[in-house]
């Protein structure tokens, strides 16, 4: 996998391809100088060739230093491209030179004309060879540890320039052993060569250029973002290339019911998420809300939302009769509101849920005021030894209560508030144990009228 900060950091790349760009001038220079003396056009096209590689080169140094730019307000997407530039402006050059070179080994080979090379012309192809393989090697672990695509580009040329070479080594020895043709047919493979890689990385830019999904990367970004916990859904998933860049834009569905706290936190991991399979990327997430997999409680908190009371919505109970659904609930609203309003809301609200759920019989909804956001209270526990010694015995009166431990009592604006910390069995079902909350709750007000509320809290038994 690609390390991040190697992707972001491209001096490295620089100082790769400034170096390539030194190898390839003195490469160049001897097979040129070399074509010249002895006027070996199969040298001499594999010479072009190598000189363009300076071009090209000199064109990547360029591209890389661009492409290392942040993104600014005109690019959004950052300079990558201009590395993918650089290597399609390589690949037309290519095909132009190599036309020059096949039209002047076409007429020698026609005309017939024999060539007899000197032995050092075949040394000078043969030190070629063992450069460029040396060079191609670097440039390929450069590239894949820099994700560059010029790069890249870089080092197919000099592996084009190993298969260049050895046609050329082949071709000079046949016309040395007096096989008068095999200078020009030697410089028709170094064309035939030429053009095959300057096609390979041509095409390769031009899809980059047109946005085109690399299918790869795609579907290793589509799964990780299904793996995230909370999408329920994945939709109009782009991904687009800028040199050593990815840039992702995705649509996600969530249940509609999760806060824009929850939303934000799936949108995130979903980030963190691409990156480990695309390092270096760019996410954008849409999110949308779904409702797959909905009950019947969620989809009236989804109804009761739509005219924001969805936290101000509880105790709902669905009861199937012969005749549909019987959906009961309970609303709260500003203790102050009037009746006339209040009941406006519970119509309201019966319309949304009718909209939302089919098969509905009836609706009822029980409206409750407002609590207030706080009271003013003090603890009362060790002046109440009387109710907390009743409330614990009542506790512990009904299972699968084990021990009711704490009992702590609050007197407040409004009245006395009890609170239970009882145990029961770490396997009791929290139906059951909702239920004995109940019992008590009832039991301890016909005991003591007086009290405003009372809370049970469970707890796992201590083994």
């Not at 070996?40 to 096209?45: F, K, R, T, Y």
């Not at 039209?103 to 024999?114: N, T």
């Given at each position: 996998m690609l390390d991040q900060r190697t992707v972001g950091d491209r001096s490295g790349a620089r100082r790769v391809a400034f170096v390539s760009l030194l190898w390839t001038a003195a490469v160049a220079a001897a097979k040129l100088t070399v074509g010249f003396l002895t006027g070996?056009?199969?040298?001499?096209?594999d010479g072009f060739h190598s000189a363009l590689d300076v071009v090209a080169t000199g064109f990547t140094l360029a591209a890389i230093r661009v492409a290392s730019k942040p993104p600014d307000r005109e690019h959004p997407y950052g300079h990558g491209r201009a590395e993918n530039l650089a290597a399609l402006g390589s690949s037309l050059v290519m095909v132009l030179v190599g036309g020059g070179?096949?039209?002047?080994?076409?007429?020698?080979?026609?005309?017939?004309?024999?060539?007899?090379?000197?032995?050092?012309?075949?040394v000078v192809a043969a030190g070629a060879i063992v450069v460029d393989a040396w060079r191609a090697a670097v440039l390929r672990r450069a590239a894949r540890r820099y994700a560059s695509p010029a790069l890249e580009a870089e080092a197919l040329n000099f592996t084009a320039d190993i298969g260049e070479s050895l046609a050329v080594l082949v071709g000079l020895g046949a016309a040395r052993l007096g096989f008068a043709g095999g200078d020009a047919i030697a410089a028709l493979v170094v064309v035939v060569t030429m053009w095959a890689m300057a096609a390979r990385v041509g095409l390769g830019a031009v899809n980059v250029l047109m946005d085109r999904t690399p299918s790869s990367v795609a579907d290793r970004v589509a799964s990780a973002v299904r793996s995230v916990p909370g999408v329920m859904g994945v939709h109009d998933l782009r991904v687009r290339q800028s040199g050593a860049d990815v840039h992702t834009e995705v649509t996600v569905s969530v249940g509609r019911t999760s806060s824009v706290e929850q939303s934000h936190e799936i949108t995130e991991a979903v980030e963190a998420a691409v990156a480990e399979v695309a390092p270096g990327a760019r996410t954008i997430v849409h999110v949308e809300p779904s409702h797959e997999g909905e009950d019947i409680v969620a989809r009236t908190f989804a109804a009761a939302n739509r005219i924001g009371m969805a936290d101000q919505v509880h105790n709902v109970l669905a009861v199937r009769h012969p005749e549909g659904l019987w959906l009961m609930l309970h609303a709260k609203v500003p203790e102050q509101t009037p009746l006339a309003r209040a009941h406006q809301v519970t119509l309201d609200l019966e319309r949304e849920l009718r909209k939302e759920i089919d098969d509905l019989a009836r609706v009822e909804i029980h409206l409750e005021p407002h609590e207030p956001r706080w009271l003013t209270g003090r603890v009362v526990t060790a002046h109440r030894t009387d109710l907390t010694e009743d409330a614990r015995l009542i506790a512990e009166r009904h299972p699968p209560i084990t021990r009711c431990h704490e009992v702590a009592v609050t007197e407040a604006d409004d009245g006395m508030h009890v609170v239970l910390h009882c145990e029961a069995p770490a396997s009791t079902p929290i139906a059951e144990i909702h239920d004995a909350s109940l019992e008590i709750e009832s039991e301890i007000h016909r005991s003591h009228p007086g009290i405003k509320s009372i809370l049970v809290h469970f707890e796992p038994q201590e083994s």
């Open positions: 070996s056009v199969a040298v001499l096209g070179v096949a039209w002047e080994a076409s007429r020698r080979l026609l005309a017939g004309s024999s060539f007899d090379p000197p032995v050092y012309a075949l």
